[in-house]
């Protein structure tokens, strides 16, 4: 029994490709092109009417689960070791902290708003100004992650790898496929450069085929 998770190369799901990794649970990889359109073709619509990635089958449960947050959290609390989720009941929260914003307002909005525009206004005329604003929410935020990977330890709970980690690791990426000078944020430079240490994280490279600029 394994899961199987529905991902696409370099996409968000990429964070949940490593913390399987790290896990070294057992998994059947279920490849898929956004840009070929295939999370929208009826297979996959029946999978995961969401038509996104990840979408995680879980053994013994009926429908995949989906959105990023709750796939991390889930396989962090189902596996003891290694550790992914840090002890306290506070840092858990630092770790939701995290997790929503990441993904709700540096994914969902401003990412969003570059590579997504018609999901904010149906006038394709207004797409220009659309992306441009999203540049703006991605450039900002990218300040407000160097400055909290500034504070001590090397990762976003400082001594605690957690399954913020990964997530972190995808948007630093998709920060320079967007144009943005990634050089600046030496904090996350430096956070990047741990993560590419981890041998985990360099099978899923190698396996999507993914480079992380520096």
Excluded at 110 to 115: E, K, M, P, Q
Aim: with cysteine; net charge negative.
């Amino acid at each position: 029994m394994s899961y199987q998770l529905y991902y696409s190369s370099g996409a968000c799901s990429m964070a949940v490709h490593i913390v399987l990794e790290e896990l070294g649970a057992p998994t059947r990889l279920m490849p898929l092109r956004i840009h070929d359109g295939d999370t929208s073709k009826p297979g996959y619509l029946a999978i995961n009417p969401k038509g996104r990635v990840p979408a995680l089958a879980i053994p013994g449960e009926a429908g995949v689960l989906t959105e990023l947050p709750a796939i991390l959290t889930f396989l962090a609390e189902s596996h003891d070791k290694p550790a992914l989720l840090p002890p306290t009941a506070l840092q858990r929260g630092r770790v939701q902290e995290w997790l929503a914003w990441l993904a709700g307002w540096m994914h969902g909005t401003g990412y969003g708003l570059i590579w997504r525009p018609h999901r904010f206004s149906a006038d394709p005329d207004d797409a220009p100004a659309l992306r441009e604003q999203g540049l703006k929410v991605v450039a900002q935020a990218n300040q407000d992650v160097t400055e909290r990977l500034a504070q001590p330890g090397p990762w976003a709970l400082g001594d605690q790898y957690s399954v913020v980690d990964p997530f972190l690791l995808v948007l630093f990426r998709w920060g320079s496929l967007v144009g943005l000078d990634m050089s600046e944020h030496t904090a996350w430079i430096e956070h990047t450069r741990c993560m590419l240490q981890r041998p985990a994280v360099n099978r899923v490279l190698e396996r999507e085929e993914v480079t992380i600029p520096l």
